[in-house]
T-cell receptor
Framework: DQQVKQNSPSLSVQEGRISILNCDYT??????FLWYKKYPAEGPTFLIS?????DKNEDGRFTVFLNKSAKHLSLHIVPSQPGDSAVYFC????????????FGEGTQLTVNP | GAVVSQHPSRVICKSGTSVKIECRSL??????MFWYRQFPKQSLMLMATSNEGSKATYEQGVEKDKFLINHASLTLSTLTVTSAHPEDSSFYICSAPRGFSGSTDTQYFGPGTRLTVL
C-alpha cells in the first residue's frame, strides 16, 4: 500500500523555466510533509517542508504547495538550474507515526542548459 | 555542514561475512534513528527504527536476526548485516530526526553506505 505516491518518475525542463514536482498521499493522518533532494550515491538532503496548517511555504527558489482536500502537494522550483538535476523525494509523517517518514518513489528531475 | 555521518561509505565483502555500518549524529542527540535501504532507481525503504536504550522496531518483511541494530548511545546507531549474501547488496542510509516536536522534526540523512557482497 503506497501511501505517498509520486506518479512521474522523471521530469525534464529547460534552464530558467519552472519545475513542478507532484506528490499525492492517501493517509489523512499525515500532517507534515517534506521534500528531499538526492544525488546518486549520496544521502537525501532536506529541501523544504510544510505543516498541514499551511497551504504554502516558500524558501528562495523553492515553494511547496499543499492542497489538503485533494491530498496533494507540489514542489515548485523557479528558476530551474542545471544543478537542480537530481531525484526529488516527497515524504510525509503524522502524529501517530512520530518522526517516522513515509517516502514517495521519487522523481528524477533533469534541467537542461 | 553534515549533521549525520555514516561509516564506511563503501564496503565490499565476501558472501557469508558480517558487515557493520555506523551512523552518528554529529552535533545533536538522537534517541531515535532510522535505517533505510535503496535499490537502484527505487524509493527509500524503511527497514527499522533504532531506539536508544531499547530494542529496534523492524518493518514488516525485514529479518531482525539478519539486520542487527544497536543504538548504544544518543549519537550512535549501528546496523550489522550478518552472513551477508549478494542479494543484500544495496545502498544503506540512516537518518536522525533533529528537534523535539516528534512528527514535525526535520530528519537529516547520512551520506549512505554502498554494500557490495561478492
Amino acid at each position: 500500500d503506497q501511501q505517498v505516491k509520486q506518479n512521474s518518475p522523471s521530469l525534464s525542463v529547460q534552464e530558467g523555466r519552472i519545475s513542478i514536482l507532484n506528490c499525492d498521499y492517501t493517509n489523512s493522518m499525515f500532517d507534515y510533509f517534506l521534500w528531499y533532494k538526492k544525488y546518486p550515491a549520496e544521502g537525501p538532503t532536506f529541501l523544504i517542508s510544510i505543516s498541514s496548517i499551511k497551504d504554502k511555504n516558500e524558501d528562495g527558489r523553492f515553494t511547496v504547495f499543499l492542497n489538503k482536500s485533494a491530498k496533494h502537494l507540489s514542489l515548485h522550483i523557479v528558476p530551474s538550474q542545471p544543478g537542480d538535476s537530481a531525484v526529488y523525494f516527497c515524504a510525509a509523517s503524522g502524529q501517530t507515526s512520530g518522526s517516522r517518514l513515509t517516502f514517495g518513489e521519487g522523481t528524477q528531475l533533469t534541467v537542461n542548459p | 555542514g553534515a549533521v549525520v555521518s555514516q561509516h564506511p561509505s563503501r564496503v565490499i565483502c565476501k558472501s557469508g561475512t558480517s558487515v557493520k555500518i555506523e551512523c552518528r549524529s554529529l552535533d545533536f542527540q538522537a534517541t531515535t534513528m532510522f535505517w533505510y535501504r535503496q535499490f537502484p532507481k527505487q524509493s527509500l525503504m524503511l527497514m527499522a527504527t533504532s531506539n536508544e536504550g531499547s530494542k529496534a522496531t523492524y518493518e514488516q518483511g525485514v529479518e531482525k536476526d539478519k539486520f542487527l541494530i544497536n543504538h548504544a548511545s544518543l549519537t550512535l546507531s549501528t546496523l550489522t548485516v550478518t552472513s551477508a549474501h549478494p542479494e543484500d547488496s544495496s545502498f544503506y542510509i540512516c537518518s536522525a530526526p533533529r528537534g523535539f516536536s516528534g512528527s514535525t522534526d526535520t530528519q537529516y540523512f547520512g551520506p549512505g553506505t554502498r554494500l557490495t557482497v561478492l
